[in-house]
Nanobody
Framework: QLVESGGGLVQAGGSLRLSCAAS????????MGWFRQAPGKEREFVAR????????AYADSVKGRFTVSRDNAKNTVYLQMNSLKPEDTAVYYC??????????????????????WGQGTQVTVSS
């Protein structure tokens, strides 16, 4: 089970930190990530972090503004979002993938690659 928190309403240029608490026996065996879905749009990849936090990947639209991290001792993954823009408004989903994937392959950006999904948390950025 994945439970997100930290969403809310923020002005453009502001920051938010999302958290995702995972109830799994072997949290460190999963790559973790975030997707988002805006109204009327398809779900899109945001960020992914590997099992020990050593490597990560980001969508071009958030690169340099968002940072994904994890704390395996707390079974928690985070998404620090800075310099938020109105186009970042979406429901953000925490995801887990038991498969190790190379970032040279586009599979890590596909929603179908992730076995577990949280219920989502709303992020709204006002202009």
């Amino acid at each position: 089970q994945l439970v997100e928190s930290g969403g809310g309403l923020v002005q453009a240029g502001g920051s938010l930190r999302l958290s995702c608490a995972a109830s799994v026996r072997t949290f460190s065996s999963y790559a973790m990530g975030w997707f988002r879905q805006a109204p009327g749009k398809e779900r899109e990849f945001v960020a992914r972090v590997n099992w020990n936090g050593a490597t990560s990947a980001y969508a071009d639209s958030v690169k340099g503004r968002f940072t994904v991290s994890r704390d395996n001792a707390k079974n928690t993954v985070y998404l620090q979002m800075n310099s938020l823009k109105p186009e970042d408004t979406a429901v953000y989903y925490c995801v887990a993938d038991p498969t190790r994937r190379a970032y040279s392959s586009p599979s890590y950006t596909r929603a179908s690659s992730y076995n577990y999904w949280g219920q989502g948390t709303q992020v709204t950025v006002s202009s």
